[in-house]
């Protein structure tokens, strides 16, 4: 075996936790023309390669408006289970055994969808997944930031009663222009009734988001943050303080956050001994689950075997797994 095919075969035999994927974004072509004819709504694609060849993006918001256009036709809390599952059944051919999945409970009940019907069908997919799978998961309810902080509000007090399963907060949506303080209060909030906080920043933001991100909304992790190598001051405080940082190439690729994937930071990161690992985001939007992100980076970016470990590793100690639980897994590593 040559060293791209040894580190193929452990990527794909070594346990993996993943950590930023946005459910609604593992919702494939293929599901969402079966939807809309499910539900009988409209969407402007007449089939499934028309759907995939709208897929290119120059930028955050050219993608946030395909896929808040795609989430249209998820209706029903079988919808919803069925967009999970089908994760789930990726997460079981990568060999993920835990992973912590964001929703996004406003480009739903913005529709008119109620929040019971958007987290039972989601949690019940997880659960079959425990069942059936022993996968592990937790739930992260994410506010759009281009919304006002005001209604955020209404939809932490509906979470209240999901409290049993859902772990976290987070921030995502449109991030240039939608800075972490307009947030402030309302996860102060949320860190009252006992949410842990995360955010996204960095991925198109300047690295004052991060920072704001850090002080302001107390994040345990930040998602992207590869806007940070910009401040010295900033890395050494992630380094400092092992802060984790959420990272998603193939992601960044198709949203021009870097050129080309040799050209991504994150073996720049790996070598400053950040907290770094690697995500799949929306994996149906950017032609990749975690394998295929971990693969394709290891190969352009010529990261060794003891690098995958590290990015590996770091996202088991990263997560929001009990430490008991998180040392059986490293010890596999
Ligand atoms: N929502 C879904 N994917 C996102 C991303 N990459 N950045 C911000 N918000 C998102
Ligand atoms: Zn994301």
């Keep these: ?29 293929e599901l969402m023309f079966k939807l809309s ?26 993608f946030l408006k395909i896929y808040y256009q795609g989430s249209n036709v998820l209706i029903t809390e079988e919808d919803f289970f069925d967009l999970t ?9 990568d060999n993920i055994v835990h992973t912590e999945i964001f929703f996004d409970p406003q480009s739903h009940t913005e529709r008119g969808i109620e929040f019971n019907t958007i987290i039972n069908g989601i949690y019940g997919a997880l659960k079959k997944a425990n069942a ?26 509906q979470a209240l009663k999901h409290k049993d399963k859902i772990i976290a907060v987070g921030l995502d949506s449109s991030e240039r222009g939608n800075p972490p303080k307009k947030f402030k209060n309302l996860f102060e909030t949320a860190i009252k009734e006992g949410f842990l906080t995360v955010a996204h920043a960095g991925e198109e933001g300047p690295p004052e988001y991060i920072w704001d ?100 590793k770091n996202s088991f100690k990263s997560s929001f797994l009990d430490e008991k639980s998180k040392n059986i897994w490293l010890s596999k590593i």
Excluded at 17 to 25: D, K, M, R
Aim: glycine letters at 2%; one cysteine or more; aromatic letters at 6%.
């Design 37 to 62: 004819k499910r539900n009988k709504i409209e969407i402007p694609f007449k089939s499934v390669d028309e759907i995939r060849s709208a897929y290119n993006f120059s930028n955050l918001d050219s």
């Design 85 to 93: 599952w089908e994760y789930i059944l990726r997460c079981k051919k």
């Design 213 to 312: 991100s850090l002080k302001l909304l107390k994040v345990k992790r930040i998602d992207h943050g590869v806007q940070c190598l910009k401040d010295n001051k900033l890395v050494d405080l992630l380094k400092k303080n092992q802060i984790p940082l959420t990272v998603c190439p193939l992601s960044n690729i198709k949203l021009c956050v870097f050129d080309k994937l040799e050209n991504h930071n994150l073996k720049k990161m790996l070598d400053k001994e950040l907290r770094v690992m690697v995500n799949s985001d929306d994996p149906a939007y950017f032609g990749g689950y975690l394998n295929s992100n971990l693969v394709e980076t290891s190969k352009a970016l010529n990261l060794g075997l003891e690098d995958v470990k590290i990015l590996i």
């Design 1 to 29: 075996m040559n060293d791209t095919e040894i580190i193929t075969n452990y990527i794909q035999n070594t346990p993996k936790t993943e950590l930023h994927l946005h459910i609604e974004g593992s919702l494939e072509p």
């Design 132 to 157: 059936e799978f022993n996968i592990t998961s937790k739930i992260i309810m994410c506010f759009l930031r281009h919304l006002d902080e005001e209604p955020c509000f209404e939809i932490l007090n």
